[in-house]
C-alpha cells in the first residue's frame, strides 16, 4: 500500500477476493484504485472452462458487491484487449486469477513495463497440478526478465519485482 501505483484482479469472476483483498488493505481509506475484471459469461468458444455462476446478471451483482467503494472499478471485457479501454498506468499489485494460461500472460505481457519495482504479482493457480499449463508458461516469462517465482503452501505463486 505504501507503493506508487493502483491495483489489478484479472479476473474477479463474482468478485470475492476482490472483496477480501480490498477490506484487508482497508481500500475504503486509501487512495488506491482497485481495477477488477471479468468477462461475467461464458460460452463455447471459450478455451477456459465455465464456472457455475457466469452469466446473464454476474457483472450487476459484482457491481453491487463494490457498492459501498467508489475506488473499485469492475470492468467487463476480455483480457487483455479490454485493457487498451481501462487499465492504470502504474500498478503496485497484481492479482492473476485466470485459470487460463493464454490470457494469463497475455495479461502480464501487457502490463508488465506498468508494475511499479516492490509491486507483489500474485499467480492464484500457479502450484496447481490441474492447472499446470499456467506454471509452465510463467516460468518462462519471468525467467525472460530476471525473476523466478516463488511457489506458496497455498499453491498460489508470488513475485515480487
Ligand atoms: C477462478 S475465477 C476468478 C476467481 C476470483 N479471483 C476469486 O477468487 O474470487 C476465473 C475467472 O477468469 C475469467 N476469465 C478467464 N479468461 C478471461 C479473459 N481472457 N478475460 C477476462 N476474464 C477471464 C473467468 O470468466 C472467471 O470468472
Known amino acids: 500500500m505504501g507503493l506508487d501505483g493502483d491495483m489489478v ?8 477476493s476482490a472483496r477480501i483483498i480490498a477490506d484487508y488493505v482497508d ?14 459469461e ?3 468458444t471459450m478455451v477456459h ?3 457455475p455462476e457466469l452469466g446473464v446478471g454476474l457483472f450487476e451483482q459484482v457491481k453491487a458487491r463494490f457498492d459501498d467503494l467508489p475506488n473499485v472499478i469492475v470492468t467487463k471485457g476480455f483480457i487483455p484487449q ?34 511499479v ?4 504479482i500474485v499467480l492464484d493457480d500457479y502450484g496447481w497440478l490441474a492447472y499446470r499449463a499456467q506454471k509452465l508458461a510463467e516460468d518462462p516469462f519471468f525467467a525472460a526478465r530476471g525473476y523466478q517465482v516463488l511457489e506458496l503452501p497455498t499453491g498460489q505463486g508470488l513475485v515480487i519485482k
Do not use: Q
Not at 481500500?27 to 461475467?40: C, G, Q, R, V
Not at 487498451?84 to 513495463?113: Q, R, T
Not at 519495482?117 to 507483489?120: E, K, M, N, R, V
Open 82 to 115: 479490454i485493457l487498451d479501454e481501462v487499465a492504470p498506468e502504474k500498478i503496485a499489485f497484481l492479482h492473476i486469477d485466470m485459470n487460463n494460461a493464454e490470457a494469463e500472460i497475455a495479461a502480464l505481457e501487457y502490463l508488465w513495463d506498468r508494475i
Open 9 to 16: 484482479e484479472a479476473a474477479c469472476y463474482k468478485g470475492i
Open 117 to 120: 519495482p516492490g509491486a507483489s
Open 49 to 51: 472452462h465455465s464456472l
Open 42 to 44: 461464458h460460452d463455447d
Open 27 to 40: 481500500l475504503k481509506n486509501s487512495d488506491k484504485t482497485f481495477y477488477i475484471y471479468d468477462l461475467f
